[in-house]
């Protein structure tokens, strides 16, 4: 996408009518424009921006927070379009913003891919601490948990939920971590299975990952 076409989505991110969103996902999908480069580069791109605004206090916590309804009305408009090949079920999935973080929109990108991919996905939400994790472990007898962060200081706690996990289960699942403070290092530093750099990338990842566990 060209800057001023990134810069149009960024504008319908600020605009407090939710309208302008929509019509322009759907103008952009009415011209053949694909859903994946309307999420990474249109919606992504503008609400990257939006991140810049805010750090650089051109921006404050309301404005964002219109921007996150608005990104999530214009990923709502492409959930159809995105899930389009929805296959069977591949195994189970657990997934949850980690405690003390409530930032879930890539979390539920995530959530959309892999459900869009056919494993069954259990989401938990936000803020989801070490015990709900485990109990859902055990609940749900998950092939996978996803662990997603958005802050620096919630970061560290992905490492003390896999420490759970492992302490609690002799057999544990995998656990995959994401999200945009969270790195490959990092993930092998706290002994994650995966990481993945976005929510397509967390499908791959994770249907590489298995795949190969049944090689085994
Ligand atoms: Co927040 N916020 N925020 N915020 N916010 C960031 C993260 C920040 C970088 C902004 C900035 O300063 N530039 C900054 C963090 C700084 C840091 O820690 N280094 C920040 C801050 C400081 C805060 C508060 C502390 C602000 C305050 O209150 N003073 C506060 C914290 C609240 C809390 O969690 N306890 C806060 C609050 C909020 C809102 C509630 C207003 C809102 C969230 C609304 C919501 O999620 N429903 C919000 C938003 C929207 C943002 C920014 C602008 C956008 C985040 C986003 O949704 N991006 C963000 C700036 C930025 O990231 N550029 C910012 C789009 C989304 C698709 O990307 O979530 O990264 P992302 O997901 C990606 C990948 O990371 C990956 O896949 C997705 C792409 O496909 N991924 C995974 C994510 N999870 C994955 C899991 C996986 C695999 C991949 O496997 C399991």
């Known amino acids: 996408m060209e800057k001023e076409e990134i810069e149009s989505f960024h504008r319908a991110l600020r605009d407090t009518h939710l309208a302008t969103m929509e019509t322009l996902v759907k103008e952009y999908l009415g011209k053949g424009v694909s859903p994946i480069i309307i999420l990474n580069e249109g919606l992504i791109g503008g609400m990257s921006i939006i991140g ?11 404005e964002v927070l219109l921007a996150a309804r608005n990104m999530s009305r214009g990923i709502e408009i492409l959930k159809p379009e995105l899930l389009e090949n929805k296959v069977q079920a591949k195994g ?25 991919a056919g494993y069954e996905v259990t ?3 936000v803020d989801v601490s070490r015990e709900r994790y485990l ?9 996978l948990v996803g662990l997603s962060a958005l802050l620096t200081t919630t970061m560290r706690e992905m490492k003390d939920v896999i420490k759970t996990i492992h302490q609690a289960l ?21 002994r994650a299975d995966g990481y993945a750099e976005d929510a397509v990338r967390a499908v791959e990842f994770i249907n590489r990952l298995l795949s190969k566990g049944e090689g085994e």
Request: aromatic fraction near 8%; proline fraction near 9%.
């Open 92 to 116: 189970k999935f657990v997934i949850g913003t980690v405690k003390g973080d409530i930032h879930d929109i890539g979390k539920n990108l995530v959530t959309m891919m892999m459900t869009g």
């Open 170 to 190: 002799p057999n544990p699942p995998k656990v995959i971590v994401g999200g945009a403070p969270v790195t490959q290092a990092f993930a092998d530093e706290i």
């Open 123 to 125: 989401d938990l939400g």
């Open 52 to 62: 810049q605004e805010f750090k650089a206090s051109q921006i404050w916590v309301p």
């Open 135 to 143: 109990d859902a472990i055990f609940k749900d007898r998950p092939d």
